[in-house]
């Protein structure tokens, strides 16, 4: 993939806590979560399609703890903004 097909449209970008998630053209996203230092390292994920977003949305969704709710927070803010696009 490169660096264009990856750019972010302007101001489809947001931060939930230790999650950043993209908007990239063509309506899938680009998710990276941050390893705190020395605790882990930082995880970049590109989804393309609305029904793999959904169901990571849904899984995120149903675990505990503060990164998942993050994570969901993110994703979902992802799907409104594609439904939105």
């Given at each position: 993939?490169?660096?264009?097909?990856?750019?972010?449209?302007?101001?489809?970008?947001?931060?939930?806590?230790?999650?950043?998630?993209?908007?990239?053209?063509?309506?899938?996203?680009?998710?990276?979560?941050?390893?705190?230092?020395?605790r882990?390292?930082?995880?970049?994920?590109v989804?393309?399609?609305?029904?793999?977003?959904?169901?990571?949305?849904?899984?995120?969704?149903?675990?505990?703890?503060?990164?998942?709710?993050?994570?969901?927070?993110?994703?979902?803010?992802?799907?409104?903004?594609?439904?939105?696009?």
């Open positions: 993939m490169s660096a264009q097909e990856a750019a972010p449209s302007a101001e489809r970008e947001k931060t939930f806590g230790s999650i950043s998630v993209r908007v990239l053209d063509g309506g899938g996203i680009e998710i990276i979560r941050k390893g705190a230092s020395g882990g390292k930082t995880l970049r994920q989804m393309w399609h609305p029904e793999q977003i959904e169901a990571a949305w849904i899984a995120a969704s149903s675990r505990r703890g503060t990164d998942a709710r993050d994570q969901s927070s993110a994703l979902r803010w992802a799907l409104d903004e594609i439904a939105n696009g």
